[in-house]
Nanobody
Framework: QVRLVETGGGLVQAGGSLRLSCAAS????????MAWFRQAPGKEREFVAV????????AYADSVKGRFTISRDNAKNTQYLQMSNLKPEDTAVYYC???????????????WGQGTQVTVSS
């Protein structure tokens, strides 16, 4: 069992930066791939980034590639999403998710956090 809690969301101007954190409980955290998804009002939840359990493999949605960086610290049971050059279209609730094996599909993830709001003003 893995419990996930996101922090770090907030309001930022376009071009600014934010770092999201996702703290995980459970001794098996380090065996899980971790991902970030986001959901804007009126839209479906979409993939943002994923990192393998050892951190050797990462993948990003085209819309965030070059601006967002996913990382993890297994000693702290925490994963991160560093977001730079933020745009108004990045406004959404951001969710942390975990599963064994990487995937870009929301349906494949077993564990989810409650989400944290990111709002980017123009």
């Amino acid at each position: 069992q893995v419990r996930l809690v996101e922090t770090g969301g907030g309001l930022v101007q376009a071009g600014g930066s934010l770092r999201l954190s996702c703290a995980a409980s459970g001794r098996t955290f380090r065996t899980y791939s971790m991902a970030w998804f986001r959901q804007a009002p009126g839209k479906e939840r979409e993939f943002v980034a994923v990192i393998s359990w050892l951190g050797g493999t990462t993948a990003y949605a085209d819309s965030v590639k070059g601006r967002f960086t996913i990382s993890r610290d297994n000693a702290k049971n925490t994963q991160y999403l560093q977001m730079s050059n933020l745009k108004p279209e990045d406004t959404a609730v951001y969710y942390c998710a975990a599963r064994q094996g990487t995937s870009h599909s929301t349906a494949d993830y077993d564990y989810w956090g409650q989400g944290t709001q990111v709002t980017v003003s123009s």
